[in-house]
């Protein structure tokens, strides 16, 4: 399944009625239009009781009225969370009005929180067999093909989208997922390229471009994109992470540690961070706080084989102190480290 959180878009509900019946006309029929536009008017006020009363009162005196069983369906599973009674009246709207396609749409959502994802792709597909331009049907669509896994059909169903509306973001963000997952990252790459053009605010949508970015070996262009993503939602603990290693790798140290820095502020138990800092800050001769960095990610985390390693070399070179550079060493063997200069050494001390 795609990993990506699903971003789904909030879809309004009046004026939605695709296919709706032709205006009632009886004297019945008037009183139940009126109760149901008071009805249409509660539920957009977030008054769901009482929109759900005056729908009631409406299908009493006109009991085939589509749209108020669609609306009722509405009400109870978005604003009274009553899916049984939701399914029911959308049921019945589909009934009286085949073609009506934000009903099935209605259902689709209905069945996919229900995990029944079979039956949620099935009315979507007839929503859109409806309304072939029904664009929210066709994205939901795609969301319930990416649970399933099934992403071609999902990637088929977000191209989709982006024909009948081109900025639609969220379908754009999820396809370049999609793409990345297949590992065609130059079409992953070209979708979030349109994607920050279209809304350079998208921190995620960055932090994805860095990422491909990075696995193509473009460093510059990752650290850039990383840049942008911090630039919008600072707190991105994998874009300080990356950060922090393509820094080091840009011989930039100081910079590197700024990022691990912040990696611990964000996640105080991020025990790699704490031993990047560690290497880091030894390198820079601030022997205290390197010192300090190691042993707080071999207390987090005391089956970290590295660790135990670079705190040894610490105690070896940087602190000359070859009784805890050999403990060290000894905790590395111990857990499975394979250098082989660390095994002669310990060799020929007798440990």
């Known amino acids: 399944m795609n990993r990506q ?153 977000y191209q989709a989208v982006l024909k009948l509306e081109p900025k639609q973001l969220t379908a754009r963000y999820n396809l370049a997922t999609l793409y ?35 696995k193509a070996l473009r460093e510059t262009q990752a650290i850039e994109a990383y840049q942008k993503a911090l630039k919008i939602s600072p707190d991105l603990l994998e874009a300080h992470y990356a950060l922090g290693y393509l820094m080091q790798a840009q011989d930039q140290p100081k910079q590197a540690v700024n990022h691990f820095q912040e990696v611990v502020r964000l996640n105080p138990k991020h025990a790699e961070a704490q031993l990047n800092l560690g290497v880091l800050l030894a390198n820079l001769d601030k022997l205290d706080e390197a010192e300090q960095a190691y042993l707080a990610a071999l207390k987090l985390n005391p089956k970290l084989v590295e660790g135990y390693y670079n705190l040894g070399v610490f105690y070896e070179f940087h602190r000359k102190d070859t009784t805890k550079a050999l403990e060290q060493y000894r905790k590395y063997i111990e857990l499975g480290g394979q250098d082989d200069r660390v095994r002669k050494l310990l060799k020929k001390v007798g440990s």
């Open 5 to 157: 959180l699903l971003r789904i878009m909030s879809i309004g509900v009046l004026g939605l009625t695709l296919g709706l019946t032709p205006p009632l006309t009886s004297l019945a029929a008037d009183e139940a239009q009126t109760l149901f536009n008071q009805g249409a008017i509660h539920f957009n006020n977030g008054e769901f009781q009482q929109a759900a009363k005056s729908l009631q009162q409406a299908l009493k005196v006109f009991p085939r009225f589509a749209a108020a069983h669609h609306l009722l369906g509405v009400v109870s599973s978005r604003g009274l969370q009553q899916p049984d009674q939701a399914v029911a009246h959308l049921k019945k709207a589909v009934e009286l009005h085949p073609n009506f396609a934000s009903a099935y749409m209605e259902l689709g959502l209905i069945y996919r929180d229900q995990k029944n994802l079979e039956a949620a792709k099935k009315v979507f597909k007839k929503a859109i067999k409806i309304y072939p331009r029904f664009a929210d049907a066709q994205l939901n669509l795609a969301f319930t093909y990416d649970q399933l896994d099934e992403r071609e059909q999902a990637i088929s169903a």
């Open 180 to 214: 990345d997952m297949q590992g065609d990252t130059d079409q992953a790459t070209k979708q979030l390229e349109k994607l920050t053009s279209l809304d350079p605010q998208d921190a995620n949508a960055w932090l994805l471009l860095a990422q491909l970015s990075e």
